[in-house]
Structure formats: structure tokens, C-alpha cells
């Protein structure tokens, strides 16, 4: 009965960010880069739909496999019900492919919540939180690569739940599951190899209990075997479908996009601290005004999550957001979710190391850390069921509302 309701929740939500996500296109915030928060939608779309003119990057390499699979449906269907445009049907399918991946990540991360917290009855109030949270809802409805990628880390800490000795789940992963997986993240977003190699290490030294030379050699193999496969399909699928190659994930993409000097660094992190906060609830955003003009004098503004201006905040902001996690650390309250803090802590360090010198908009990224921070997160909440009724609440109306108030603040014409 449980799983009944939960498989309506989920095409509930599967429904409603699709339909907004249809809904913004159509109102035409999709056809600019850059209107949220330094998001590529507009190549994205390109990128699911005609592939040839999207983004093309090595660091995202299977992006435009989307393009094959919605231009042969599209074909069929456009065979089959001649009255709908193919150019439609493909777009529309674009438009469904975030939403449907995000669906696969409640579905992960209900698995996950029920393994480490199997005898609590406050789950249910967990999985619905995770999935009104900001970063959670936003990315299910906007055309971008991070709620793929955050389906496919679900699933890696999926696996290694189910491997943990504490958790009582009689099917354990294998290897094949790993290497799926493993190509998939890393074709998503390149840098995800690493988040991969974190997993795995850990799942080898922690549940495996292997030594600490065989787990680096093994995790190292690992993550040359998985580099090696998408480069070489990335290189492979262009040169097959004669794409010309694009510049992110290119030596000159990275130089342009990294800054090591203390001040950016600084500014990376009081932006970290800003969008950390912001991935669990929308607030403290800001809007550029008239950054991108239209047919029939439609202005469309520019959401913004970054506070360059204001160091001290954010600083303070990432101070307290690093205490919270450390206390979720050392909480002992639940054995099952003990196993996990490792991998889980070194995953959100990597994403804080790694942003502190590249990008600028950190909430585009929050996704990659959004999720381990949030089971950690949970293990201070799921006793409280009060705490946890209020929690839903707030982040429910808050985000909501910013949501819904996305056409007066992008763009006042309408």
C-alpha cells in the first residue's frame, strides 16, 4: 500500500514540474542562457532535441544521446499522429527528460531513507521534504544537466547502503552495478568521476573492509577505466554523427572559468555558503533587471543566487552550514546511517574544494552536494516529527511561492 502511494506521489510530481517546465518554455524563459542563475538551458534543449548545435562537451559527453532517442520517437510519432509537428514532439520530450530523471531520484532516495532508517516512521515525512526542497524542485523543471547527474550519485550511495554490514538488505551490489553506474555519472558531468571513486573507495574500505592499498589501486583502476570509456565514446559519437566538438571541459574552458586568487576564492565561498542554504529553501536571490529583451517588448530579467558584495554573510552562511554538517557527524542517534558519513562528508568537501576555485553561480552546482547533505541532515530530523511537520511546511510555502512568482520576476510584461 505504501509503495502504491508512493508510485502516485511520484507520477504527481513527475505531472507537475512537467507541466511547468512546459509552462516556462512557453512564456520563453528557456531561450536564453544565463536568465537562471548561469544555467545553459537554451543549449540544453538544443543539446536533448537537434544535438548538432548544442553544447557538444567533454564534460558533459552524453548529453546529446538525448538527441538520438527523442529524433527517432518524434519520427514515429510524428508517422504515427501526423498532425503534431516532429519539431514539437521533440521539444516537448526535451522538456520531460529533467522531470522523469528526477522521478528516478525520489524513487533512489526513498530506497535509501527506508534502508538507513527502516524502523522509523517518519520516512514518509523525509522523502516528501527531499522533494520540495529548492534545489529538488527547481532542476526537476528547468532543462539542465545537475538533476541527471543527482539521479545518477543517488544511486552510487544506493549502492553502497545496501553494502553496509548495519543495513539489512540480503541483496548486495556487484560490480557490473558499479561500472554502469560509475560511466553513467561521469558521462552526465565529468567531474563526478571523482564523487564515483569517493563511493567506491569507501565501499571498499569501510563495507568490503579492504586494505588501503587495494582499495586505492582498485579505485584508481576504476576511475581510468570509466575516464577512458567516455572520453573515447564523447570522441567516438561526435565523429560518427560529424558534430563539431564544443569548448567546456576544454583546456582554455577551464582556465577561463577558474580563479585562484584569495579574493575569488574568498567570493567562491561566501557563494557556496549562499547556495547551500538556498538548495534546501529559495531565499536571499536577487534579480537583474532588463538583462535580455524579446519580441513585443518583453523584458526578461536574470535570477541570481550570487552575493559578491556581501563576503561576510556568506562566509558566515558556509561556517554555519559546515558546523551543521559536522554535527550530523558526530550525532549517534542512528547506527544505520553510521557507515555512510564517511563517503557522504568527503563528498560535499570535494564539492566545496573544487567550486572554491571554479564557477560563479554556486547554486547551478548544489545539486553535486545537495543530497549528501541533506541524508546527513535528516538524521536530526527524523525523530522529531513536530520539527519535521514544520520544517515541510516552510520549505513547501517558501519554495512554492518562488516558483509561482518565477513570470512576475523574469519578466514584468506579462
Not at 121 to 133: G, H, Q, R
Not at 153 to 181: C, G, H, M, R
Not at 198 to 205: E, K
Not at 303 to 314: C, D, K, N, T, V
Request: hydrophobic share 50%; net charge positive; with cysteine.
Amino acid at each position: 500500500m505504501e509503495n502504491r502511494k508512493f508510485a502516485l506521489y511520484f507520477l504527481f510530481y513527475f505531472g507537475l514540474t512537467y507541466s511547468l517546465s512546459i509552462y516556462f518554455y512557453n512564456l520563453g524563459f528557456f531561450d536564453y542562457y544565463d536568465i537562471f542563475f548561469n544555467a545553459d538551458v537554451n543549449m540544453n534543449i538544443k543539446s536533448f532535441t537537434t544535438g548538432w548545435d548544442g553544447r557538444k562537451a567533454l564534460s558533459h559527453a552524453f548529453l546529446e544521446v538525448f538527441s538520438v532517442v527523442t529524433k527517432a520517437l518524434s519520427t514515429i510519432l510524428s508517422a504515427i499522429f501526423p498532425f503534431f509537428k516532429k519539431n514539437d514532439i521533440q521539444i516537448y520530450m526535451a522538456l520531460a527528460i529533467c522531470p522523469a530523471t528526477s522521478t528516478f531520484g525520489l524513487y533512489f532516495i526513498k530506497k535509501i531513507i527506508n534502508l538507513i532508517y527502516a524502523e522509523n516512521k517518519n520516512t514518509t515525512l523525509v522523502i516528501l521534504l527531499y522533494s520540495l526542497c529548492f534545489s529538488t524542485l527547481l532542476f526537476s523543471i528547468i532543462p539542465e544537466s545537475f538533476i541527471l547527474s543527482n539521479a545518477a550519485i543517488l544511486y552510487l550511495i544506493y549502492l553502497y547502503t545496501k553494502d553496509s554490514e548495519n543495513v539489512k538488505n540480503p541483496i548486495k551490489s556487484n560490480e557490473k552495478q558499479w561500472i554502469t553506474a560509475s560511466i553513467i555519472v561521469t558521462g552526465i558531468t565529468i567531474t563526478n568521476v571523482f564523487i564515483f571513486a569517493i563511493i567506491y573507495g569507501s565501499n571498499l574500505l569501510i563495507n568490503k573492509k579492504a586494505s588501503l592499498s587495494k582499495t586505492l589501486l582498485v579505485t584508481l583502476s576504476k576511475t581510468f577505466f570509466t575516464l577512458f570509456c567516455v572520453i573515447t565514446f564523447y570522441y567516438s559519437f561526435h565523429y560518427i554523427l560529424d558534430y563539431n566538438l564544443g569548448w567546456e571541459g576544454s583546456g582554455e574552458y577551464i582556465t577561463k572559468f577558474s580563479r585562484f586568487e584569495f579574493l575569488s576564492i574568498a567570493t567562491n565561498l561566501a557563494n557556496i555558503g549562499h547556495a547551500s542554504f538556498a538548495s534546501f529553501v529559495a531565499f536571499n536571490y536577487t534579480t537583474l533587471k532588463n538583462k535580455f529583451s524579446l519580441e513585443d517588448s518583453i523584458i526578461l530579467n536574470n535570477i541570481s543566487f550570487a552575493h559578491e558584495s556581501s563576503l561576510s554573510l556568506g562566509l558566515a552562511l558556509l561556517l554555519l552550514y559546515t558546523l551543521i554538517i559536522i554535527r550530523c557527524f558526530l550525532n549517534k542517534n542512528y547506527t544505520y546511517i553510521e557507515k555512510l558519513k564517511t563517503p557522504l562528508s568527503l563528498i560535499i568537501a570535494f564539492n566545496f574544494a573544487l567550486h572554491s576555485v571554479f564557477g560563479k553561480e554556486m547554486f547551478l552546482y548544489s545539486l553535486h552536494w545537495f543530497s549528501s547533505s541533506f541524508i546527513l541532515i535528516s538524521s536530526l530530523l527524523i525523530s522529531n516529527r513536530k520539527a519535521l511537520l514544520i520544517t515541510l511546511f516552510f520549505v513547501a510555502i517558501s519554495n512554492f511561492f518562488f516558483i509561482f512568482s518565477l513570470s512576475s520576476l523574469i519578466s514584468s510584461s506579462l
